[in-house]
């Protein structure tokens, strides 16, 4: 067996230097918006990783790019309630902890 | 195309990323998360993927830098938005050394790696009996599409916990601001023009999906961003949450995807499709899909009601 092409390798690595570089920002950054956006960089460079390692030659195998188009849509997900939970946040930050908390509870 | 140009794509990916997130503005870093989301599609497109792309471009780029600008603004207005503490030198330090040994034993595992064609050459050759000329949706709704029940399923619980942080007394009530525009502004007329052509595109691509690059995430992406511009312009305002059409709405794509994959069992195997059957099947999950995921999507940018 031959080593992966070229630019699958080249792909591949943009990938790990971008989880890197969003755990780095993860970790560093301390207001929600940009952990939101590093977590975001962290999964397609997660994504990256793998389509890239999954190129060969005539395009990428159609399993992985399934599965990274399932990824992105959870990733969403998981933005979207972070996004509405650091909302509820800074609006309860400055009404210092009323009664209309939590009396009847979610759905 | 020629490996300077996936050199240089590969730079400005890396450098967009690293603006997102080390940006001191925070709208600043959004915008350059968005444009690095773009730069994500081109990625995927020069390397051939372009179901990928599309949902990168619509769902990475597009949604999440809509959802994230709503987010800067809600914490902006409830007062959360003061300058952020310096975090101390060394957490930066052990931040960045372990930073680079993550990214030094991905790069090392990557260059190890053998070459393959995993399962590339399988999927078409069994892609026959789904009657599908896409691969990729092939996989998304034929091989793996478990995988794509449980993701839909995933989306409607991110929906159900966005709702459970409303504040009780506007339970059930309409979510976002109220946008009154003038009605002649360029927003309305946008408001008014674009949507029937998003429709358009959205039916084209569950129709397309099939056989070429497309599908339900893609189009119901298209729809949804024709809803968000309907509430933009003011035309029409955000429904009330709690009405019944609209949940049936949401939770219409995963139920006729459970009830596909019931009928399945009393055919003989649970989870499967009626033989000869595949293709019309697929189709009528992917329509009602595109439309629970519209709504779903939607809605996740809506955030929890905010007035009654």
Redesign the interface.
């Known amino acids: ?7 699958s ?17 993860f ?8 952990r ?3 977590f ?2 962290i999964g ?2 997660i ?3 793998f ?6 030659g ?13 990824g ?10 972070a ?12 009404e210092d902890d009323d009664s ?8 | 195309m020629s ?1 300077a140009f ?2 240089a794509l ?1 730079i400005l ?2 450098g967009a ?2 603006l ?4 001191r503005d ?1 709208f600043g ?2 915008v350059f ?1 968005i444009v ?2 773009v730069l ?1 599609a081109l ?2 497109i020069t ?3 372009v ?2 792309s599309l ?2 471009a619509a ?2 780029a597009g ?2 830098g809509v ?2 600008i ?3 603004q ?8 003061e300058p ?2 310096p ?1 101390p030198w060394p ?2 330090l052990a ?2 050394g ?3 040994a ?2 030094g034993v ?2 090392f595992a ?2 190890s ?8 050459g399988e ?1 078409p050759e069994n892609q026959g009996a789904l009657e599908l000329g896409n ?2 949706t ?3 709704l034929g ?2 599409a478990y ?2 029940l449980l ?1 839909t399923l ?2 409607t ?2 929906l ?10 506007f ?1 059930g009530g309409i979510p976002g601001p109220n946008h009154v525009k003038p009605p002649d502004g360029v927003l309305a007329s946008f408001g008014r023009m674009l949507p029937p052509r998003g429709l358009i595109v959205a039916v084209y691509l569950v129709w397309a999906g099939a056989d070429a690059p497309g ?1 339900a ?1 893609q189009a119901g992406t298209v729809l949804a961003a024709v809803w968000i511009l309907i509430v933009l312009a003011g035309l029409r305002d955000e429904p009330r949450l709690s009405r019944l059409p609209l949940r049936a709405l949401i939770i219409l794509g995963p139920l006729v995807f459970l009830g596909v994959g019931l009928i399945g069992m009393l055919l003989g195997a649970p989870l499967s499709y009626p033989e000869g059957q595949a293709k019309p099947v697929i189709l009528v999950i992917e329509y009602a899909l595109t439309l629970s995921i519209a709504a779903t ?1 939607a809605l ?2 809506a ?2 009601a905010r007035r009654r």
């Open positions: 067996m031959e080593a992966l092409t070229d630019r390798v080249l792909y591949a690595l943009t990938g790990a230097g971008l989880i890197a570089l969003g755990f780095y920002g970790i560093v950054r301390r207001a929600l918006i940009h939101l956006i590093a975001n960089v397609s460079g994504f990256l990783l389509g890239g390692a999954a190129y060969f005539g395009g990428v195998d159609p399993v992985p790019q399934a599965l990274i188009i399932t992105i849509v959870v990733a969403l997900a998981l933005t979207a309630f996004a509405a939970l650091g909302v509820r946040l800074a609006q309860d930050g400055d209309d908390d939590d009396a009847e509870g979610g759905p | 490996l996936d050199l590969c990916i890396l990323a690293a997102a997130v080390f940006g925070l870093s959004i998360f690095y989301g994500i990625a995927w390397l051939g993927a179901d990928v949902a990168e769902i990475g949604v999440t959802l994230l709503g987010a800067w809600g914490i902006r207005d409830g007062g959360g938005g952020e503490a975090t957490l930066h931040a960045g372990a930073a680079a993550l990214c991905i790069s990557v260059l790696l053998p070459g393959h064609d995993g399962l590339a999927v691969p990729v092939g996989v998304l091989f793996r995988d794509t993701e995933v989306l619980a991110a159900a916990a966005v709702w459970s942080l409303t504040p009780s007394q339970w599908g995430f999507l996740l940018i955030g929890p």
